[in-house]
C-alpha cells in the first residue's frame, strides 16, 4: 500500500503561478513512475506529466513549456511547477503512484483543487 498526499492547490488569476506537491509513503519500489492527472467537471481524467526514478519525463501538450514536473527520491516528493496557468487548466489534481503498470500496485492521492480565474 502506497500513501499519496497533495497539497498546494489553490485559486491564482490567468498568468500566475502554482506549485504542487504530492508526497508518497509506504511500500514504495526501488523504481518507480510518478505524476500528476487532472480532471475537470464533466471531464474525464488525463495525463499532465509523469516522471520515472531515474528521471525522465514526459507531458500532455497543452500543458508542455508551463508546468515542470520533478522528484526527490530521497524524500519520496513529486512537485509540479504551474507557471503561466490559464483558465483550462481548472481541474482537481491528482498525484499517481505506480510501482508496476501490470498490477494492482499504482495508487492515486485524493486530489487538489486548481481554480484559475480572473
Known amino acids: 500500500q502506497v500513501h499519496l498526499v497533495e497539497s498546494g492547490g489553490g485559486l491564482v488569476q490567468p498568468g500566475g503561478s502554482l506549485r504542487l506537491s504530492c508526497a508518497a509513503s509506504g511500500s514504495i519500489r526501488s523504481i518507480n513512475t510518478m505524476g500528476w492527472y487532472r480532471q475537470a467537471p464533466g471531464k474525464q481524467r488525463e495525463l499532465v506529466a509523469t516522471?520515472?526514478?531515474?528521471?525522465?519525463?514526459n507531458y500532455a501538450d497543452p500543458v508542455k513549456g508551463r508546468f515542470t514536473i520533478s522528484r526527490d527520491n530521497a524524500k519520496n516528493t513529486v512537485l509540479l511547477q504551474m507557471n503561466s496557468l490559464k483558465p483550462e487548466d481548472t481541474a482537481v489534481y491528482y498525484c499517481?503512484?505506480?510501482?508496476?503498470?501490470?498490477?494492482?500496485?499504482?495508487?492515486w492521492g485524493q486530489g487538489t483543487q486548481v481554480t484559475v480565474s480572473s
Open positions: 499517481r503512484y505506480v510501482g508496476s503498470y501490470y498490477s494492482s500496485d499504482n495508487y
Open positions: 516522471i520515472t526514478t531515474g528521471g525522465g519525463t
